[in-house]
T-cell receptor
Framework: SQTIHQWPATLVQPVGSPLSLECTVE??????LYWYRQAAGRGLQLLFY??????ISSEVPQNLSASRPQDRQFILSSKKLLLSDSGFYLC?????????????FGPGTRLTVL | GQQVMQIPQYQHVQEGEDFTTYCNSS?????IQWYKQRPGGHPVFLIQ?????EVKKQKRLTFQFGEAKKNSSLHITATQTTDVGTYFC??????????????FGKGTRLHILP
C-alpha cells in the first residue's frame, strides 16, 4: 500500500533562517506531487506541483521554492523565512492523470516563524 | 480565473441535526472530490463524483453532483460529534489533453453543539 511521509511534524524557526521540509512517498511510482499551505483556520493554498523528476510548477509567487530530486521525494525550501511563511504545510500525491485523481495528504508540518 | 466557492464558511449545529455544505464553480468540472479534515489533522479523501446528476451515499453522508457539473453538495443526516471538522470540495477542470487542474474550495467548518 502507498504511504506518504512528511517531516518534521512541527518546526519553530526565526525570521531570516532557511527552511527545508521533506516529503516522501512509498508504494507507488511516478506520482504527481503537491505542496499546499494552510493558514490557521483557513483553506488550502496550492504552492507547487510536480508531474515528474525535476519538473516543478509554481502556483503563486512567494518566498519559497520546491525541488524533486527523486521520483518520490519532494522538498520545500526557503533561503530566508518571513513571518508570513508561518502555517501548516501539507504534501500530497496523486496518481494517474494530473489534477483528476484522489489526492492523498501527508500528516503535515506546522511551521511557526518568530 | 476559475474559482470554487464553498458555503457556508462556518456552521454550528446541535447534535442530531442535519448539515449541508455547498460548492459552486464558475466553469464546468470534469469531476468533484470531497475531503474531510479533523481538527489538527490533514485532509482525508471522502468521495469523487464524475457523472452529471450523480448521487452517492456513505452511511449518513449524501453527495450530489449537479446536472450541469458546476455545483455539488454534501449533506450529513443526524450529525454526531465525530462529524466535527472542515469539509472541503475540490473541483477538477480540464486544461489540456494531458492535464486537469484541481482547485479546492475554502472549506466549511462544522462544529457540533452537544
Amino acid at each position: 500500500s502507498q504511504t506518504i511521509h512528511q517531516w518534521p511534524a512541527t518546526l519553530v524557526q526565526p525570521v531570516g533562517s532557511p527552511l527545508s521540509l521533506e516529503c516522501t512517498v512509498e508504494g507507488t511510482s511516478n506520482p504527481n506531487l503537491y505542496w499546499y499551505r494552510q493558514a490557521a483556520g483557513r483553506g488550502l493554498q496550492l504552492l507547487f506541483y510536480s508531474v515528474g523528476i525535476g519538473q516543478i510548477s509554481s502556483e503563486v509567487p512567494q518566498n519559497l521554492s520546491a525541488s524533486r530530486p527523486q521520483d518520490r521525494q519532494f522538498i520545500l525550501s526557503s533561503k530566508k523565512l518571513l513571518l508570513s511563511d508561518s502555517g501548516f504545510y501539507l504534501c500530497a500525491w496523486s496518481g494517474g492523470r494530473f489534477g483528476t485523481d484522489t489526492q492523498y495528504f501527508g500528516p503535515g508540518t506546522r511551521l511557526t516563524v518568530l | 480565473g476559475q474559482q470554487v466557492m464553498q458555503i457556508p464558511q462556518y456552521q454550528h449545529v446541535q447534535e442530531g441535526e442535519d448539515f449541508t455544505t455547498y460548492c459552486n464553480s464558475s466553469t464546468t468540472l470534469s469531476n468533484i472530490q470531497w475531503y474531510k479534515q479533523r481538527p489538527g489533522g490533514h485532509p482525508v479523501f471522502l468521495i469523487q463524483l464524475v457523472k452529471s446528476g450523480e448521487v452517492k451515499k456513505q452511511k449518513r453522508l449524501t453527495f450530489q453532483f449537479g446536472e450541469a457539473k458546476k455545483n455539488s453538495s454534501l449533506h450529513i443526516t443526524a450529525t454526531q460529534t465525530t462529524d466535527v471538522g472542515t469539509y472541503f470540495c475540490a473541483g477538477s477542470r480540464r486544461v489540456s489533453n494531458r492535464d486537469d487542474k484541481i482547485i479546492f474550495g475554502k472549506g466549511t467548518r462544522l462544529h457540533i453543539l452537544p
